[in-house]
């Protein structure tokens, strides 16, 4: 089987507004702790609070849209099919702080969605969102968030049918290299 990548999903914690909130009040409570005596921290001492926030924000987790990521969706072509195999971190409890390894936890295809020849372009998008929409609202993965908004943006550009045709005709070459 030769996958045909086309598009990474990321699935995080927790949207991007709720990590901004958790991460604004943990820092008030943290800067609160270090200067309990000051009324207010953040207006008597700007430079050692901005230092201190700095600081927390690493420890904290780092920037959401890299850091937080605990799952990636791939989308795949493979004949008539577009499918997903789903890569999530190697953690027994997923928290904002952690390292992360992600391993492979689908090894067959997580977003079974079949397509005939003649479906067209806006047909495939369509369904293939509906089945990812879907796909996140299962049990498992409930609480998740899977970022679509770059899906939703580039997805009704994309020439879905040609791109399934090309993956079909890629795979069907027996003399197509494999590093090509």
Known sequence: MRDF??????????????????????TTRYIAKVFPSVLNPQLELPHQCQFLENSFRKQFGGPWQFNQVVGWLRLYIEGSVIGGHLWWVDGKRLQTRMRK??????YSNILPTWFRPEDESSKIYSDTLSAIEHLSRRRKYRGRYFDLDPFRRLGPFVDWRALMDSAATRQSDPHRSADK
Request: no cysteine; hydrophobic share 35%; proline share 7%.
């Open 101 to 106: 390894t992600f391993q492979l936890i689908t």
């Open 5 to 26: 990548y086309v598009f990474d999903i990321p699935i995080y914690i927790r949207p991007n507004s709720r990590y901004d909130d958790d991460l604004r009040d943990a």
